[in-house]
């Protein structure tokens, strides 16, 4: 087991240096981990830097005295992996965000599809964004990660339609698709954008929209998953097949 991840939002200590951890991270960190002097920690400010600590002592219920022993950079995955979600119902969507987070997923877009149940309109659609983007953060220092997923605002499928024009690799999970994504020939660099459709499916409407924009219709495999777990197998899929996993 790795050590334990902590978000902070600037990580401005040097090596050899100091630092205090307060606040709700510091607290958990007392409180609920219960660390003690000589156990190793790991401070990230989720963007891709993160240091390497030692406990030195714990001040109260909320304050963990640290040592920094070196600071270093993740440097940008490459290629980069999107995953464009349709709404789910529920907490479904929280469930893929943070499986999405766990896999490894570097960017997670919320799609209002016209066949969404769910749909994100002013204060709601806020407080549900704020949800999708804590569950990233927390699924991000869960699984160990520095460089944690962005959750961008919802976007309408025009948007989405500009994003896929833009991605070096463009693939829509659809039934009409012709080629496993499996089997699909895959980019060394750049950006991969994968759309995930409703539980209802993608329209006739929006699929030819994004094929306009250069995507291509792929099949994930033989059985049918649902909206919230089909973008996790897809992207563990690419990670595998860019070597990003191995």
């Not at 000589?38 to 002592?57: K, M, P, Q, S």
């Not at 833009?166 to 089997?183: I, R, W």
């Not at 924009?213 to 909206?227: E, H, I, M, Q, S």
Request: glycine share 12%; hydrophobic share 40%; charged share 25%.
């Amino acid at each position: 087991m790795t050590a334990p991840v902590f978000v902070v939002e600037h990580l401005d200590a040097g090596q050899g240096g100091r630092y205090v951890l307060e606040g709700p991270e510091g607290r958990h960190a007392v409180s609920v981990k219960r660390l003690r002097p000589g156990e190793d920690v790991v401070l990230t400010d989720g963007a891709g830097r993160w240091a390497d600590c030692v406990v030195l002592e714990t001040e109260g219920k909320d304050r963990l005295i640290l040592r920094v022993d070196s600071v270093a950079e993740e440097p940008e995955p490459r290629p980069r992996i999107t995953v464009v979600q349709a709404l789910p119902k529920g907490d479904r969507g929280e469930l893929a965000v943070e499986t999405m987070t766990e896999v490894g997923v570097d960017g997670i877009v919320p799609w209002s599809a016209s066949r969404c149940i769910t749909q994100w309109k002013g204060e709601r659609g806020l407080k549900a964004l704020g949800k999708w983007r804590a569950t990233a953060r927390e699924a991000g220092k869960q699984s160990r990660r520095v460089r944690f997923p962005e959750v961008a605002d919802a976007a309408t499928s025009k948007q989405i339609a500009a994003l896929l024009a833009k991605a070096d690799f463009a693939a829509v999970l659809h039934e009409s698709g012709t080629q496993p994504l499996a089997a699909a020939e895959l980019p060394t660099e750049g950006e991969i954008v994968l759309v995930v459709g409703p539980e209802g499916g993608v329209s006739p409407e929006e699929l030819a929209l994004f094929e306009e924009a250069g995507a291509r219709a792929y099949v994930l495999g033989p059985t049918v998953l649902r909206t919230s777990t089909a973008g996790t197998a897809a992207a563990a899929l690419l990670l595998g097949r860019t070597g990003r996993w191995g």
